[in-house]
């Protein structure tokens, strides 16, 4: 039997909000019995939108937010003005213990900030990560890049760390048991790349087998090669992290485009396309984002994932299942397990749990 599991929502989060967000909800309702959720947002507002899906009544509770963290927001505003807002009442739930997970499709920076205020980071862990699906033409289908855009900063330390992390979330979320980790590089000799780089990549070579037990290092992989699905588990800091992922989003649209104008060019080329159209149907559905849609925050006490903020009803609900099956998995719990098997943190400086976090301008 599936254990009963409340998420909590930013209903005021994302360009679509809040129809977007309860549409998307209202899907993972129609397909999983043992959740519910609560809703934080403009009380009238969100009521008025819930009323167009009678299949949540009941399984919804509504909590008023004076406030909303516009997608434009400075992260430091948003610490400083947004106690307030739907996010953080929604991140505040999580804190709280009454809901397992907190999903936002609101203003990436914002809510990592807001999140590292509100929950903490965890034992052994600097800087948290945004990890993503990233479509590839290995077996598993995708893999698993972090950071994708929490801190612009990392150190050696950082990215081993992400390592940990990164492995983790594989295993629960691709259940691959063993995953391959490979730092991300602009080259695969030992000599290229940043120092932090090549330092992490000492650490990892230098970790005892029996800590590496649930994770193999692989070396260094260029950005060209994510895709060919030779790593489960892409490593890299949130800069060049975020850069990969906004070109990569940015080339599929690119290809998308110009295949439909190809199949639209002419009469022969519109015939050609209704032949083609289950492979097209095929492809549309095997890089679509809205399937893999949902980044999680990796690091912190409590569960977060953010939704991609143009995300529609589809797009939201993978996120929510996600955030959904994670925490069935105590996802927060096995990853804290596995940071500090991986990486004593007497090896260097550790954010306690305590420590409020370093400059939120940072964030990206």
């Known amino acids: 039997m599936t254990a009963h599991t409340t998420l909590s929502i930013d209903a005021m989060g994302g360009d679509g909000a809040p129809e977007s967000v309860i549409g998307g909800i209202a899907k993972v309702a129609g397909h999983d019995p043992d959740i519910s959720f609560i809703l934080h947002g403009d009380g009238d507002v969100v009521a008025k939108a819930l009323s167009k899906h009678p ?32 996010m953080w009442k929604a991140l505040e739930a999580v804190r709280d213990g009454e809901a397992q997970a907190a ?8 809510l990592m900030a807001l999140a590292l205020f509100c929950l903490r980071a965890a034992k052994g862990v600097d800087r948290p990560a945004i990890a993503a699906l990233w479509p590839t033409l290995g077996k598993e289908s995708h893999c698993v890049a972090l950071d994708m855009g929490a801190d612009i900063r990392a150190d050696a330390k950082d990215l081993v760390r992400f390592a940990a992390m990164g492995s983790e979330y594989a295993r629960i979320g691709l259940g691959i048991e063993r995953p391959r980790v490979s730092l991300l590089n602009v080259g695969t000799e030992e000599n ?21 037990s649930n994770f193999q290092f692989t070396g260094f992989i260029e950005a060209n090669e994510i895709t060919q699905g030779r790593a489960d588990v892409v490593v890299t800091d949130g800069w060049t992290g975020n850069v990969a992922l906004k070109s990569a989003e940015g080339a599929a649209r690119f290809v998308g485009e110009n295949l439909r104008d190809a199949f639209t060019h002419s009469i022969v080329t519109k015939i ?20 893999v849609n949902g980044g999680v925050f990796l690091g912190l006490n409590g569960l977060v994932v953010k939704s991609h903020g143009g995300a529609d009803a589809t797009g939201f609900a993978a996120a929510v299942d996600l955030a959904a099956g994670m925490a069935r998995e105590n ?34």
Do not use: C, Y
């Not at 500090?340 to 939120?360: A, C, H, R, W």
């Open 192 to 212: 290229k790349g940043r120092a932090e780089v090549r330092e992490a990549a000492e650490m990892l070579h230098a970790i005892p087998s029996g800590q590496m």
């Open 103 to 110: 999903v936002s499709a609101g203003n990436t920076g914002a």
């Open 331 to 364: 996802f927060i719990e096995r990853l804290a397990t596995e940071v500090e098997k991986t990486l004593d943190p007497d090896q260097g400086d550790v954010m306690d749990s305590q420590t409020s976090p370093q400059d939120p301008e940072q964030n990206v």
């Open 55 to 86: 299949a949540l009544n009941g399984r919804v509770d509504i909590r008023h937010a004076d406030d909303v963290i516009e997608m434009d927001a400075k992260p430091s505003i948003a610490v400083r003005r947004g106690r307030k807002s739907s």
């Open 272 to 291: 050609s396309a209704l032949f083609a159209k289950p492979s097209l149907n095929r492809l549309q559905r095997r890089i679509d984002p809205r399937r």
